[in-house]
């Protein structure tokens, strides 16, 4: 709430003033995505890559990182997602991580290891975004909207190696 101090006069220089209240009533906007800016993640078979605010961007301008809920939707086909919970990384059981988690560095892609032959492949896990309220893609007209997040990753095949040894046997 707030005021605005309204002074009329008149031309014999009579004044009279009132204060003219003003109510703002604020508006939870729900959280955006900005797909343009987001790049695939990229990992070598078998290895991790920390996911980043390069791999899913986000804003909401109601709301903190740590109240922006991602929901998993798809698992990854060829990796699992993980979480550090202060001591190890664990496997996302529930689905669901916050924004701020991703911001700190504490969210990866683990590449399972399944042998890939001799191409790159994409796997992918599809999320949504809540701020406990409303999602991405949320309107007023339909605030049970929900837009389904791609997050690309590549996985790039290791290169063989070959080790050879000779035995000097003189």
Do not use: C
Not at 101 to 117: A, W
Request: no cysteine; glycine share 8%; hydrophobic share 40%.
């Amino acid at each position: 709430t707030d005021g605005l101090l309204i002074t009329a006069v008149d031309r014999d220089g009579a004044a009279r003033s009132w204060t003219l209240d003003i109510n703002v009533t604020p508006v939870n906007d729900a959280p955006t995505v900005d797909t343009g800016a987001m790049e695939p993640a990229v990992v070598t078979e078998s290895d991790y890559i920390v996911l980043t605010e390069d791999h899913l961007k986000l804003a909401d301008v109601d709301n903190q990182p740590s109240e922006l809920i991602i929901t998993v939707i798809q698992q990854p086909g060829l990796g699992e997602l993980q979480k550090f919970n202060g001591t190890t990384w664990v496997v996302i059981a529930d689905g669901t991580f916050t924004y701020q988690d991703l911001l700190s560095g504490g969210i990866r892609y683990h590449h399972t290891g399944e042998e890939l032959g001799t191409v790159s492949v994409v796997d992918l896990f599809k999320v949504t975004v809540s701020d406990g309220e409303l999602n991405v893609g949320s309107t007023e007209m339909d605030p049970d909207a929900k837009t389904e997040i791609d997050i690309n990753i590549r996985v790039d095949v290791l290169e063989p190696t070959l080790e050879l040894r000779v035995d000097d046997q003189t």
